[in-house]
């Protein structure tokens, strides 16, 4: 991968070479450079056998022989040098030449038609037509017929010649002579060739253009650009044969982009934008390039000129090819360059507003039309801009370098706080805008907490929660999922708000917004009657993250408690949701919903002692009832012959069935660890014999120790999921045993070992030990290692940790409890 940061690392001048360098040609390419190649050597033969034929005519036979050559030899002699002193054969290849022709047929058919019409030098439109029709002709006599009749010339002649072989007697003549006439006739033939190979350069053109997928509409034009390539690639060829060697299509457009006229600069940001459309532009091709190239790209950005607003578009999407891959740092005036794609202005005001009647009936329908394309293209260059931020932003050094340039902010939220000034023929563009500026806001509040505070405190400032349900209404869901999620990000936080006045808005703000994503993941549409459907699957998910989230913060479960006490039976709901819900991810989300509001709602204080057992009660039955259906082998039969467990449980439509797919054991183990978890919260918020009395009589003949067995054995493998299960039951493990050591350290010296190991506790560490669980936890430490390290280091890379400790550390503290355990039953035996 390319290291951020190091885009046009090749120097501060590139080009040229190191675009040579660092292009691969491409298959197609390469038969424009294979038939440039030829051409070339074709060419280069033709100029070197007219500078011999030239030479030897001039020093050997007219210089030497010129009193004994034949008159017909002395002439075709005479008229072939002249031919190659004018450079006829280097016509068609030599850019001097075509230019001298044009200027001469303007001359010539300019005197022609003042002799004709015997007018002054200023001439009338229809001379001007006159003029191209006569300059046309000349050219073509310049450029192909007088091209093509000395060729033709040298090879007739010198094969005459060379037949008749009559040059006279002297020693040395015949032989001269003959050397002259074989080089005429060897230039003409290979002229001929070099003349017809380079006729066939369309069909080399289109091979290429068709091979870099030009459709239709930009057929046309790729050709002209592919031949504009072969041109020049022929052009530095006959400078250096090396030329072609890694060159391509690619390097040629780069080269362009460096250059200060605009056509030369357009052509080749067309030619990339294709490449870019078409997936074949790799970004280490730009990358490696210019710097001055790249940093040109990004000024360009900000140019205003009604003139440069095509280049402009084109230019941004350039830079949003490359974006990922560059540093704000070494580029200044990145920030400030994009931020002038995305600022409201007069420039885009077009894009929310539509021509009056007054206005269309002045300027007529060409101006309605010019009206409506600014309006295009200047939401184009807002997309265009706020893609380039996102791209920027996956970068954390570039997502900081954003979140310290407030007005940058300011202009990604006032997209989105335009909402009610959106008329409906404008509703797509806006809520393309809309969705990426989110995802903008999404990306930079991921940074961190303290990074992303000032962020945070906008988002509460300017944004409502009230305006999620209304993109609800709208078939695509990834302009609410953006919304639900960066909303989450400026609530997942105690610090901003408190209990004074001041702050009561931003209250609010905290409790519509938990409301919001309550009632979409509910289901429970009715309550705003914005859409006549229910939202789509996957915002009901996202709302339901989103609650989980919201639920690991005080302020934001007493919202939900509010909720709960004024509005809706919140919990109960939630427990029918983690229940019978309508498949096991919405099932998953829910009892994550519930076991981190569970603990808020156990904390001591917060209801009565009556209503604090039974709600703890209840959390434990419900939990057990949905492990024992996934665990069956943890039932027994009772004294009556009946099972107890998974099979009385009332309120359930059918015993969940484990999926064989991947995503459904994965809900099914987030599922799990969520219901070990309100486990263990209950158990350390209640005496021991009031869980272990709750167990028994809610769920007799339930063997709790082969479930803690069970979820070991069964989970240990190298996921997330399974290692919080794993995790929980390791703690919870911990904590019985633990609590049994305090009761036993706090009896009488003179209680026997029996009656120690009696109580509830005891009795489940005795079978703790004997089941061997302990054992099942050490080899799961060691299947789980890699993933619990890698765990541990991304959560607290992004300061959102689980767990303070490994599974490696809690296997310790069992062992250590377990050891201290037995240390104490072998003391009140020996006492």
């Known amino acids: 991968m390319v290291r951020r940061g190091t885009a046009a690392g090749a120097g501060e001048d590139g080009g040229g070479a190191s675009d040579r360098k660092t292009c691969a040609a491409d298959p197609s390419e390469k038969i424009i450079n294979y038939y440039v190649l030829i051409l070339t050597v074709v060419l280069i033969i033709v100029r070197g056998l007219g500078v011999l034929a030239f030479a030897w005519s001039t020093v050997v036979l007219l210089g030497g022989f010129v009193q004994l ?68 002709p000349i050219k073509i006599f310049f450029t192909v017929l007088l091209v093509l009749i000395f060729p033709l010339f040298n090879i ?87 030329a072609t060697e890694g060159r391509n299509l690619i390097a040629y457009a780069s080269g362009l982009l460096d250059s200060d006229h605009k056509d030369k600069y357009l052509a080749g940001a067309e030619i990339l934008n294709h490449l870019i459309s078409k997936n074949r532009l790799p970004n280490e091709e730009l990358i490696r390039s210019s710097r001055k190239r790249i940093q040109k790209l990004v000024l360009m950005l900000s140019w205003k000129d009604d003139d440069y607003q095509d280049v402009r578009l084109l230019a941004a999407e350039i830079v949003l090819h490359v974006a990922e891959n560059i540093s704000i740092s070494q580029f200044p005036g990145t920030l400030e360059s994009v931020s002038a794609l995305i600022q409201p202005s007069k420039e885009n005001g077009a894009l929310f507003h539509r021509q009056s009647s007054e206005s269309m009936e002045q300027g007529g329908p060409q101006s309605q039309q010019l009206n409506e394309d600014d309006a295009e293209r200047e939401s184009k260059l807002i997309v265009q801009g706020l893609r380039i931020l996102d791209k920027l932003a996956q970068d954390r050094n570039n997502g900081l370098e954003i979140l310290r ?117 509910l289901n429970d549409q009715g309550k705003w009657r914005t859409s006549p459907t229910s939202p789509a699957p996957e915002v009901r998910k996202k709302a339901g993250e989103a609650l989980a989230d919201l639920c690991v913060y005080r302020r934001n479960c007493i919202c939900l408690i509010t909720l709960d006490k004024h509005k809706d039976d919140v919990v109960r709901r939630l427990e029918e949701a983690m229940r019978l819900g309508v498949n096991k991810e919405y099932r998953a989300i829910a009892a994550d919903i519930l076991k981190r509001f569970y603990v808020f709602l156990c904390r001591p204080g917060r209801e009565t002692q009556t209503e604090r057992s039974s709600r703890l009660r209840s959390v434990v039955n419900q939990a057990l ?95 997330l999921y399974h290692l919080d299960i794993v995790k929980w039951t390791a703690k919870l493990i911990c904590e019985i045993i633990k609590n049994e050591n305090s009761r036993m350290e706090k009896i009488s010296p003179s209680l026997s070992r029996r009656d120690a190991a009696s109580s509830s506790d005891g009795v489940w560490v005795q079978k703790i030990v004997d089941k061997k669980v302990v054992d099942s936890l050490s080899k799961a430490s060691q299947v789980m290692s890699g993933e619990d390290s890698w765990t541990l280091f991304i959560h607290n890379r992004q300061r959102g940790a689980h767990w303070a400790t490994s599974l490696a550390v809690l296997e310790e503290e069992v062992l250590y409890e377990l050891e201290k355990y037995k240390g104490l039953l072998l003391k009140s035996g020996h006492n």
């Not at 002649?157 to 080089?183: A, C």
């Not at 702050?503 to 409301?515: H, S």
């Not at 009946?642 to 484990?658: A, D, Y």
């Not at 660890?673 to 007799?700: C, G, Q, S, W």
């Open 69 to 136: 050559i034949h008159r017909i030899d002395f002439w075709f002699i005479t008229v072939i040098s002249f031919a190659q002193t004018a450079r006829i054969f280097d016509a068609s290849a030599d850019e001097q030449y075509l230019y001298l022709v044009d200027l001469l047929s303007r001359a010539v058919s300019t005197a022609l038609i003042r002799i004709r019409n015997k007018q002054s030098a200023t001439t009338s439109g229809a001379d001007g037509f006159a003029c191209s029709a006569t300059k046309s």
């Open 625 to 719: 009832k949905l492990l024992i259906q996934f665990y069956p082998e943890t039932e027994t039969t009772g004294s009556n012959g009946i099972v107890h467990g998974g099979n009385n449980v009332t309120g359930f439509s059918q015993i969940i069935e484990i999926s064989s797919s991947q995503s459904d054991e994965n809900h099914q183990a987030r599922l799990e660890a969520a219901l070990v978890r309100m486990i263990y919260d209950v158990h350390n918020k209640v005496e021991e014999d009031n869980f272990e009395r709750t167990i028994e009589e809610d769920h007799p003949g339930f063997e709790f120790v082969v479930l803690l067995e069970r979820l070991i054995v069964k989970n240990s493998r190298t996921s």
């Open 156 to 242: 007739v002649v010198s094969s005459l010649r060379l037949r008749n072989k009559d040059f006279g007697n002297e020693r040395n003549e015949r032989p001269g002579v003959m050397i002259f006439y074989s080089l005429a006739l060897s230039q003409g033939v290979l002229y001929l060739l070099w003349f017809i190979l380079e006729k066939l350069k369309s069909l080399a053109v289109n091979r290429v253009a068709d091979g870099y997928k030009f459709d239709d509409k930009n057929l046309s034009l790729g050709r002209k650009y592919v031949e504009k390539y072969l041109n020049d690639t022929r052009s530095k060829c006959l400078k250096d044969l090396s």
């Open 405 to 521: 340039a407030d007005a940058l902010l300011v202009d990604i939220m006032a997209w989105i706080c335009s909402k009610p000034f959106i008329r409906k023929g404008e509703q797509d563009k806006w809520l393309e805008i809309v969705r990426l500026s989110f995802s903008v806001l999404v990306r930079l509040a991921e940074l961190g907490a303290q990074t992303a505070e000032r962020l945070r405190s906008k988002i509460h400032h300017e944004l409502l929660p009230s305006w999620v349900p209304y993109y609800a209404r709208y078939p695509d869901p990834d302009i609410t999922l953006m919304a639900i999620e960066t909303y989450s990000h400026a609530f997942t936080t105690d610090k901003i708000g408190d209990e004074s006045d001041q702050n009561q808005t931003i209250d609010q703000k905290r409790k519509k917004f938990v409301e919001v994503v309550l009632r979409l993941f």
